[in-house]
C-alpha cells in the first residue's frame, strides 16, 4: 500500500540554524499539508499546498517556514533560522482530489526536530 | 470555529473488554469526523470517518464510531480490547475536504494482560 514517507526521523539542530524537512507524498495525490505536535499539545496544522502554490496557513506559518515542490516527487518544509520553540514532531500528509476522498489526509511517520 | 474535545487523555482497559473513548465536537457546518491511530514511533493512521452517510461508521480493526448530532458527539468503540490497540486515538473534525484537519489532544489506551 503507498504511503507517505519522511526523512531524516530525528533532526537536531542548533538555535539560528536553518533546516529542511523532506517529504514524499503518495504518488497520485495532489494536496499536501505540514502539521506539527509540539511535546503534550495538539497536533496543529501549518500549511497546506495545491497546484505549486501555498492554499492556506496558520498564524504559526510565519515568514522563517516555506514550502517548496522542487521536483515531482518531494515537498519539503523549511525553517530558516530556527528556535527553541520549533522543536517539535512535524508531520508530513497528503490527499487526493477524487471526490468523497479529498477529505482523507494520508501522514507520514513525522521528523522530530530538536533544536538546542 | 471547528473544536474538538477529547474527554480523557488516558483509558486503561483489560483485554477482551469493551473500549469506548469519548470525542465531543464543535463545528459550524455539517463537518466531517475522523478517528486516527498512531502507535510508537509510526505515523497518524485513519481508522474511520463520518460524511453524512450512515451515522455508523465502521472502521479497520474492529473499531466503530457513532455520530450522534443532538449529542454532537463521536464516540469510538471495539466490543473487544486487544494487546495491539495500545496506541494514542485522535478525533478529528475537518469542514470539507482538502482543508486543514483539526485534532483533538488525543486519548492514550492502555490494554493491560
Known amino acids: 500500500e503507498p504511503e507517505v514517507t519522511q526523512t531524516p526521523s530525528h533532526q537536531v539542530t542548533q538555535m539560528g540554524q536553518e533546516v529542511i524537512l523532506r517529504c514524499v507524498p503518495i504518488s497520485n495525490h495532489l494536496y499536501f499539508y505540514w502539521y506539527r505536535q509540539i511535546l503534550g499539545q495538539k497536533v496543529e496544522f501549518l500549511v497546506s499546498?495545491?497546484?505549486?502554490?501555498?492554499?492556506?496557513k496558520s498564524e504559526i506559518f510565519d515568514d522563517q517556514f516555506s514550502v517548496e515542490r522542487p521536483d515531482g516527487s518531494n515537498f519539503t518544509l523549511k525553517i530558516r533560522s530556527t528556535k527553541l520553540e520549533d522543536s517539535a514532531m512535524y508531520f508530513c500528509?497528503?490527499?487526493?482530489?477524487?471526490?468523497?476522498?479529498?477529505?482523507?489526509?494520508?501522514f507520514g511517520p513525522g521528523t522530530r526536530l530538536t533544536v538546542t | 470555529a471547528q473544536s474538538v474535545t477529547q474527554l480523557d487523555s488516558h483509558v486503561s482497559v483489560s483485554e477482551g473488554t469493551p473500549v469506548l473513548l469519548r470525542c465531543n465536537y464543535s463545528s459550524s457546518y455539517s463537518p466531517s469526523l475522523f478517528w486516527y491511530v498512531q502507535h510508537p514511533n509510526k505515523g497518524l493512521q485513519l481508522l474511520l470517518k463520518y460524511t453524512s452517510a450512515a451515522t455508523l461508521v465502521k472502521g479497520i480493526n474492529g473499531f466503530e464510531a457513532e455520530f450522534k448530532k443532538s449529542e454532537t458527539s463521536f464516540h469510538l468503540t471495539k466490543p473487544s480490547a486487544h494487546m495491539s490497540d495500545a496506541a494514542e486515538y485522535f478525533c478529528v473534525v475537518s469542514d470539507s475536504g482538502n482543508t486543514p484537519l483539526v485534532f483533538g489532544k488525543g486519548t492514550r489506551l492502555s490494554v493491560i494482560a
Open positions: 500528509a497528503s490527499s487526493d482530489e477524487l471526490r468523497d476522498r479529498e477529505d482523507e489526509q494520508y
Open positions: 499546498f495545491y497546484n505549486n502554490e501555498i492554499s492556506e
